[in-house]
C-alpha cells in the first residue's frame, strides 16, 4: 500500500508541474477566463470572446484624469474593409476591433469614437494609395472622441505632397486616448497630427518613417513635406492652452523624417527614451507659441538641428539625460527657457539614453508594429 501510495502521489505532483509549465506566460497572450461574454458567433462577424489580452498600458499624460480603457469589457469585431472600420469605430457601446489584412482607404475615415480599441492583426494596414487634397489621409477622430486604445497599427499613405491634404492619423478635439506600437508611413500632409484641444494622450514604441521620396510643386509651397508630426494647429489656435498634454516613450523618428518630431504648440510635451535618426532632417522638435517640452533621456543621432525655436520666446524646451551623437555642432542644443516637469503631474519609469537605441530598433519587440496578435 506504501509503494502504490507513493506513485499517486508522484504522479499528482508530476501532473501539477506538468499543468504548471503549459500555463501561458506570454505577456502578449494571457488568461481570458475573467470574460463574462458567452463567445457565441452571431454572424455579424462580433464575437465577444475576446482571446488577445495584451500586456502594457496607458502611461503619463494618459493617466492624468480618466485613464483611457477603450473597448474593454465590450464584445470584439474583425473588419476587412473601409466601411466596416467607420461602422465599427461610430457604433455605440464599448467594442474591440480587430483590422485584419490590408484594408484600402479611398479617403480619410471620420468619425466620431467613443469607448473603442483598434488593434492590428499581424501582417494588417490600412493603405491609402491616393495623393490629392480630397482624397488623401486615413484616420481622422473627430472632437468629443474619448477613451480611445490604438495598437499595432500600419498607417500607409502615397508620400508627402504639400497640398494642405490630410494626415494618417489626427486627433481633433479627443480626449484620452493610448496609441501604441504603430507604424506611420509616408503621409501625405502629416503621420499623426494633434489640435483643438485634444489632452490626456500617450504614445509609446511608435515609429514614424518616409519611404517614398516627396512629391515638389505642392500648392503649399514645400517641394519636401516630410513633416510628422503636428501638436497644434495654429498659433491663433488659443483654445489649446492647457490642452494637448502628451507623453511620447520609445517612439523612433526614423529615415525620411524631416521636420515636426513634433512641433509643439501650446502643450506641455514629455518625450522620453526616443529615438531621431534620419539623414535628412532640417530640425527634429519644434518648439511653438507657448509650447513647454520637456525631453529626457533620448538619442539624437546623425541629426541636423535637435531643436528650432518658432514661439518668438513664448515656449520652452529642457533637455536632460540625453545622448547627442553626430549631431551638428553648429546648433545648440541647450536649454531653452524653463518647461514643466513631468514629475509634477505622474510618474514615468525610463531607461538611461545608452539603453534607447537597442530597445528601440528591435526587429521583433520594439518600435512600430511588432506586437503579434492572433484573430479573437
Request: charged residues 20%; aromatic residues 10%.
Amino acid at each position: 500500500m506504501k509503494k502504490i501510495k507513493f506513485k499517486t502521489i508522484l504522479f499528482c505532483a508530476l501532473l501539477c508541474a506538468f499543468t504548471a509549465s503549459c500555463s501561458s506566460d506570454d505577456p502578449l497572450i494571457e488568461d481570458d477566463s475573467t470574460e463574462t461574454d458567452d463567445g457565441t458567433d452571431d454572424g455579424s462577424g462580433d464575437n465577444s470572446s475576446n482571446t488577445n489580452t495584451l500586456s502594457g498600458s496607458p502611461i503619463g499624460f494618459a493617466t492624468v484624469g480618466t485613464t483611457p480603457t477603450g473597448g474593454q469589457g465590450g464584445s470584439s469585431r474583425i473588419v476587412t474593409t473601409s466601411s466596416e472600420l467607420k461602422s465599427a469605430l461610430s457604433s455605440s457601446g464599448n467594442l474591440i476591433i480587430y483590422i485584419k489584412d490590408t484594408i484600402t482607404v479611398s479617403s480619410q475615415i471620420r468619425v466620431l469614437a467613443n469607448n473603442k480599441t483598434v488593434l492590428g492583426l499581424s501582417g494588417s494596414a490600412l493603405y491609402n494609395p491616393n495623393r490629392t487634397k480630397d482624397e488623401s489621409g486615413i484616420l481622422y477622430f473627430k472632437e468629443g472622441s474619448d477613451n480611445l486604445i490604438l495598437r499595432n497599427i500600419t498607417f500607409m499613405s502615397a508620400g508627402a505632397y504639400d497640398v494642405d491634404g490630410e494626415d494618417n492619423l489626427c486627433i481633433d478635439g479627443t480626449t484620452n486616448i493610448w496609441v501604441d506600437h504603430c507604424d506611420f508611413q509616408d503621409g501625405v500632409d502629416g503621420n499623426f497630427d494633434c489640435k483643438n484641444a485634444s489632452n490626456n494622450i500617450a504614445v509609446t514604441w511608435c515609429r514614424f518613417r518616409y519611404l517614398i521620396d516627396p512629391l515638389a510643386g505642392g500648392s503649399g509651397g514645400s517641394d519636401d513635406h516630410r513633416f510628422s508630426n503636428l501638436w497644434g494647429a495654429s498659433d491663433s489656435a488659443t483654445g489649446d492652452s492647457g490642452h494637448l498634454n502628451t507623453t511620447f516613450q520609445y517612439c523612433w523618428w526614423d529615415e525620411g523624417c524631416r521636420e515636426r518630431m513634433p512641433r509643439v504648440r501650446y502643450g506641455k510635451v514629455h518625450i522620453a527614451n526616443c529615438l531621431y535618426k534620419s539623414s535628412v532632417t532640417n530640425y527634429c522638435i519644434g518648439v511653438g507659441a507657448y509650447a513647454s517640452i520637456y525631453v529626457e533621456n533620448s538619442v539624437f543621432s546623425g541629426i541636423r538641428k535637435v531643436y528650432d525655436d518658432k514661439s518668438n520666446s513664448t515656449g520652452a524646451i529642457n533637455l536632460t539625460g540625453c545622448s547627442f551623437q553626430s549631431v551638428n555642432t553648429n546648433y545648440s542644443y541647450d536649454n531653452f527657457g524653463s518647461a514643466f516637469t513631468p514629475t509634477d503631474y505622474y510618474t514615468l519609469d525610463v531607461v538611461s539614453a545608452d539603453e534607447v537605441e537597442a530597445l528601440v530598433t528591435d526587429e521583433a519587440t520594439g518600435a512600430g508594429a511588432t506586437l503579434e496578435i492572433s484573430e479573437p
